[in-house]
């Protein structure tokens, strides 16, 4: 029995390809992190990654997984050893756009060499070597967030103060009146 897509983008086939490393990622990768104390596996990171396809099911565009477990994670982390075989996994959507498959390798790659946390320096340091691309240059960032919407209750903003309708396209729900600019 086939499993039913779920998630955002399940209705994306897996290819048949590996996913491949975007040109000059690991370089510009590398280069930021020099001088950065907590990228401890970055002198191996480079031979240690393993690329693979997240399922098309999976909600997330990507994923960095070390396989020695967190006990040994911790300990080579504090040792600054060797970090052993690190997979990262990216969803096959993200083909349909090379700037956000660049950012989310990259994202994933600052992981992979140490930053294992979501801080303000991985932060710093992805939107220095491949920032996010705008929703208005992303059409995967278009879909997933026309996906959000069409299954959202509310469809269409009202003003109660003039009348005003307009449909939404934004997730969160807005502050002012796009007609009379009253809060709403």
Not at 43 to 56: F, H, M, T, V
Not at 143 to 154: E, Y
Request: hydrophobic residues 35%.
């Amino acid at each position: 029995m086939a499993e039913k897509n779920s998630g955002l983008l399940g209705d994306i086939e897996i290819p048949k390809k590996p996913p491949h490393i975007p040109e000059g990622a690991i370089v510009e990768s590398l280069a930021a992190l020099s001088g950065i104390t907590e990228a401890v596996f970055m002198p191996w990171i480079e031979d240690r990654i393993k690329l693979i396809w997240l399922d098309s099911n999976d909600d997330r565009l990507g994923m960095t997984r070390f396989e020695e477990g967190s006990g040994e994670l911790n300990r080579r982390k504090r040792l600054r050893l060797d970090p052993g075989e690190v997979t990262i996994g990216l969803h096959p959507a993200l083909l349909e756009d090379e700037m956000l498959y660049k950012h989310t390798f990259v994202h994933e790659f600052l992981h992979a060499s140490g930053l294992t946390l979501h801080s303000k320096k991985h932060d710093e340091l992805t939107k220095l070597v491949a920032p996010m691309p705008k929703l208005r240059d992303s059409p995967l960032l278009q879909r997933m967030r026309d996906s959000v919407l069409g299954g959202l209750k509310v469809q269409h903003w009202e003003c109660k103060h003039c009348g005003y309708t307009w449909n939404r396209t934004t997730v969160k729900k807005p502050t002012r009146c796009h007609k009379c600019a009253r809060p709403l």
